[in-house]
């Protein structure tokens, strides 16, 4: 179905105008092959609080982005090859339904959708877009993948000390391996982890001590997996949002998947929502 898409002209027409609600903040996203798949409000877990941001689904990579305009503008683009990524279904968890995590080697977060059928929607088409550009490229897929972060909210003392109050000088970090909120000097150690990024990354004392012995294992054992640089890191949060203060959620917006293509297999009525574009 998607490559009976590939070459239409409605395809264009899609992704001509994913690309203009981004603007000049956005990549050019027509590159021969690729199709939208579909399109719809998640709500993102970030470091602070929930967000809803829209995503898109191409048959090669996973775009999202903050909304400015309720379908209209969109800004911070995000792309996401999806030869490296992994779905994990969550379950669901107080007000937090309907959720799965996205992993990535670089970076891994919790999204939700606005009910059940969306989310196996949405991981359904995932997946099998994951399964078919692995299938054509021979790759196998990527193990290694970032740790969730643990959102700021849900801890207020460090989680490796459990002792340290988090106040407005005394800042949150995050261990880039395990994800936990820690405190300074319980993060003051870096560690290449070479998926993640080319510089050493903050990681906690416990994540530190087990990487450190893991390497006195295997350079015994004649493996190596050393550094090629050695700097800074980044501890923000790149798309935290600037201009809405209060959490969003894809209520606000009323949407949800609208998938643009259907297997062959999948009859209209399975699809729940309203506003599907057929093909
Ligand atoms: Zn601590
Ligand atoms: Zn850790």
Sequence with gaps: ??????NSEANARRIQLVESCFGSSGQPLAVPGRVLVGEGVLTKMCRKRAKARQFFLFNDILVYGNILMN??????????PLEAVKLESLEDDGHFRNGWVIRTATKSFAVYAATNTEKQ???????KCIEDLLRKSGKKAVEEHAAVWVPDSEAS???HCKKCQFTVLNRRHHCRKCGAVVCSPCSNKRYLLPHQSSKPLRVCLTCYDSLTRAKVLSSNSGENSFSKDSSGEDDSDDDEDTNRSQQETHDEYGSSLKALMRSSTTSPNTMTTSNIICC
Excluded: G, P, S, T
């Excluded at 179905?1 to 590939?6: A, G, N, P, Q």
């Excluded at 379908?71 to 996401?80: D, S």
């Excluded at 929607?121 to 997946?127: F, L």
């Design 1 to 6: 179905m998607v490559d009976r898409l590939v």
């Design 121 to 127: 929607e949405w991981m359904a088409h995932i997946n």
């Design 71 to 80: 379908r209209k503008k969109y800004n911070k683009q995000h792309i996401i």
């Design 157 to 159: 003392i460090c989680m």
